[in-house]
Structures are given as structure tokens and as C-alpha cells.
């Protein structure tokens, strides 16, 4: 490192240094471990095809000789020689014969690519297929002469053919598969040997980047050691009060820098000291009650606005212990304890008189020791009688705001009311029943209200109860009409605001009472169910039944009222709907609701 450089250039350079070295080493290492491995997992994956090609080609091999074997004992049976069971005729094993050769074949030219490039192997592959295809022509020719000669047939196949198969194919097949995986496990352990070396490698150059940073951290921790501690016995000796005292760093880095601004600093405050009159001035100057103690809690120091406060003269408080006229009650009389941290108690003054305030104490340390305490107490008198004034205003919008919701749930019940009026004054079925959708939707609002006017809480409702109220509601009203209809509830707590509450309830309301109308229609017994819950801020509420079923084209193609109040309401709730089938053959509906709840009630 040069002698010019600055403390911090020394610390980055030194760190930009190791972590080259580091990154680098790490990097050759990673590239080069990556490249063995790749390698080690590509000779296994080989090794285990090689296997895996020999097996089905002894498979194949053998399969091909029990079917050769089958083709002479049906011949056997063709011939009368033999009585035995039904059994497949002689093309089909024929043909099965061929079929296990092809397979066959079709191993042997995937193992023979695997091993193209392994000399060592080749002389063995090559004596292999010509053995193959040795039996391969004893076969054909065996078939011919089965048919011609039986006897001759199957002497030949006894005396030829099958020993031929054993004991010239199947060893060169095991023979192939062990030189493979011995040639494969050679090539696996000349590449453990580079991983081992690699490792040995890499571990000597981190041990020299090691070595290297230790190297760097000692060099930094000389460079900063000394000239720190002569900064640490020079802040002690100033903190004592000797302004004499000065920093001998002669460095031109960071630590030289600082040693000659806190020479400079010494010289300032030598030059400038603070006198007692000025303390006094600024405790003057402010507007909160202060009370220095010793550490026996006798007052040392007061300003003006305690002694105001406390209704004394500065003489009189000065000299005298704190608890002799300055005491913290709380709200029912009972003198409490000080605490350090700010709290709200009541000052009781030299006339009786409780006066709120926040008080705070905390130690005055001086050369790192306790001299005593100092006390702050902020009169908040206004504060209380705002804060009274904004309770009681908050109360009585409280009570107007219930009485609203009480009025409007009234309202709605007279509208309601006026409506049902209207269905009696009326003969047409679809007047009538279109005005008890009315009246129900208006129910479902007059509910809201109603819960909210019960709730102590006027800006959101408990929707959970809110729903199995509305769906004992909806009971009531369809009971007559359909008395075979189950209806059911299974919700988990959760609450909405009214925005949301008002359109949520609509939208169910019309999808419960769709349910009712339409989905049981050809059967005699349904049941419907409500479920609901809140999941990371969302909502969902599915009503299912297990009616005729409904698909999400059909259901939104309506251009009845319910279809079109449904889309409005899915739109205020900025939500999804969702028409699912219940099962694969179509039967049920779940309507599937989905909205994000507003967080900011």
C-alpha cells in the first residue's frame, strides 16, 4: 500500500483485493467441479443404460428361444405326438419370434452407439452381432426345416441350436456389460482423482487468501490501532476539563483528518466557554417547568414556569426536598411514584389545586457519573379540555349516527311495508312476484342497518351473524312456497364496512332466492349452503345446492332484473363470480364470490 493513501481508500482497496481473489478462486473452482461432476453423472447415466440395453437384450435373447421352443412342442401337438391343453399356433410364436429379434436389435444398436467410442469394447460387440446373426440364420433355417423334418428339427434345435445360444450368446452378452461397466467405473475413478487434486489445489490458494487477509487486517488494524487510542486518551483528558490538551496524529488519512478538526474544536471551545448566566437565561426561556435535583432530591436549580406553576417563589423551592410541595397523584387522588419516561399525572399547587400535566425525570450524568436528576412537567390543561370537548362531541355523532341507521332501518320497513300492501292489490302473478323481490331486497338493507344500529362499532357490521340472520329471513319468506328446501350456514367470523356490506348482502340475496326458484325445478328435495370466510384480505362466499345445475354461459346471457342487479353489484364490490358445476355430470351450482375488503374502516 502507498503511503499517501487515505484510511478508507486502504480498507477498500484491501477488500477489493481479497474478494477478487476470492471470487476468483471461487469461480475456477465452481466451473471446473461443475465440469467433473457433469462428467461423473454423465458415466453413470451410461453405465446404468449400458445395463439397462444388456438386460433387455438378454431378456429379448431368451424370450426369442422359448418361442422357438413353443414353435417345436405345438408342431409336437400338430403331429399327435403329444396331448396337452389348447395352445397358440406356431405362426404366433413365429411371430412373437420375430418380434423379440427386432427388440433385440434395437437394444444391441443403442449399446453399440453408447460404446462407439471405447476401442477397447469393439472387438466384443462385433463378435457379438456375428454370433447373433449366426443364430439368427440357424433359426430361419431350423423354422424351414420344422416343417419338412420334424425329427431332424428337433434334434437340431437340441443338439445346435440351443447350446449354441447358451453358451456362445448369453457370455458375450455378460461379457460385453462387465468390460463396459469396468471401462465406465476406470474412467469414474480417473475423475475422482482430478476432483481430489482440484480440491487439494483449491484448498491451498484459500488457505493463501486467507493467509493474504489476515496480512491486510493486521496492516489496517496498525494503521488505526494507535492513532485511535491517542484520540480516546485525548477525548478523556478534555472531558475533564483540560482545554490544553491536544492530538499528535500526523497521518494524512481519515484519523489525521480527524485529529486536527478536534485540535481545531479544542482550540474554539478554549476560546469560548459557557457561562452560568447563560444557562440561566435558556432555562428561563422555556415555557415547560423545570426542576434539577441532587441525587437526595433536594432542589438545586428552578426556572421561572415551575415557580409559577407550583404557585412559590424560586427561594422557596430552591434548598428544599422536591416531595416537600411537588407531588404526582393519579386521576383518583392516590400519590403515585416517579418514572422516568414522560406520563400524565395531576400537580397538586401550594392552593390544593390539580393542575394535569407530563412529567418526566431523568438522571444528570456528569464525567459518567449520577449528580442527581432533572424534572420536566408541561402543564396540559387545554389539552384536557379539548380533549374533553372532542370525547363529547365524538359521543353525541355517535348517538346521531345510530339514530340515523335506526331511522333509515325504519323507513326501509315502511317501504317494505308499502310494497307487500301493493302485492295484495294486485292479480297478476308476475306484478306480485317481482314486488316481493322488492321487498326482500329492501329487507336485506333495512338488516344492515339494523345490525349496525345494535353494533358498537357504527362503521362496519359483523357480517357473519348479519348472514345467518338474512338467511333465517329468506326462510321465513320462501318457507310456504318451498318447504323441501334445506337451507344452511357455515361462516367464519369476518366484518365488512356498510359499502361493502349493503352490496354483499344484495348480491346474495338474489343468488339464494335464484337458487330457490330455479334450481329445483325437477326434483322434490334440495338443500342450499352458504359458506364464507376471509383469506389474506379477500372475501369469499360460495352458495352451493345440489339442484339441475346451471352453467356460467347460460346464467349470465339472462336479461332478467336479478341478472342485471347482479352485475351492478359484482361491479360495486370491484369482485368475480364464479358459476361451477358441483360434480362432472352437471348436477349442482356454486356460485363462487370473490372481492377484496376495504381495509380502511
Known sequence: MCVGLTLGKKIVLSFVLLSVILGGLGIVWEFYYAEITNKQLQ??????????????????????????????????????EQTIQLMPSKMHFRTAFDNELLSFEKSFSALNQLLTNKASLQANVSDLENRYFLYKSLSSEWLSLIEDDPNEANITFLSSIEPYFRNNIMPKVAEIRTGALEVRDNEIEELNDELRTARITNIIASTLALLLGLLLAFYIYKSVRTPLRQLVHSANQIGEGNLKERVHIDSADEIGFLANAFNTMVENLEKKTISTDYLDNVLESIREAILVTDNNDIVTRVNGSAARLLGYSNDE?????????????????????????????????RNKEYIPVLFSQADLIENGKKKGSVNVATDISNLKEAEMELKKALDEKGMMLAEIHHRVKNNLAVISGLLQLQGYHTKSEEITDALKDSQFRIQSMAL????????????????DRYIKDLLQAIISMHESAYKSVKLSCDMEAFSLSIGQAIPAS??????????FKHAFTEQKKGEIVVNGREVNSKVII??????????QEDFFQSKSLGSTLIDTLIGQLDGNL???????????????LEFKKDLTM
Open 506 to 515: 344484495l348480491l346474495l340475496n338474489e343468488l339464494i332466492v335464484n337458487s
Open 43 to 80: 458415466e453413470s447415466r451410461e453405465a446404468s443404460q449400458i445395463v439397462e440395453f444388456s438386460n433387455e437384450m438378454e431378456v429379448s435373447l431368451y424370450q426369442s428361444l422359448l418361442y422357438l421352443n413353443s414353435v417345436r412342442e405345438v408342431d409336437k401337438v400338430e403331429r399327435g
Open 317 to 349: 423551592i430552591i434548598g428544599k426536598p422536591l416531595q416537600g410541595f411537588f407531588y404526582l397523584v393519579n386521576s383518583d387522588g392516590i400519590e403515585s411514584e416517579r418514572k422516568e419516561e414522560v406520563s400524565e399525572y395531576q400537580l397538586i399547587t
Open 578 to 592: 364464479e358459476v361451477l358445476p358441483n360434480d362432472k355430470a352437471g348436477k349442482g351450482t356454486t356460485f363462487r
Open 542 to 551: 360460495e352458495i352451493s345446492d345440489n339442484g339441475k345445475g346451471v352453467t
Open 448 to 463: 344492515v342497518h339494523e345490525k349496525l344500529y345494535e353494533s358498537e362499532n357504527l362503521a362496519y357490521i359483523n357480517y
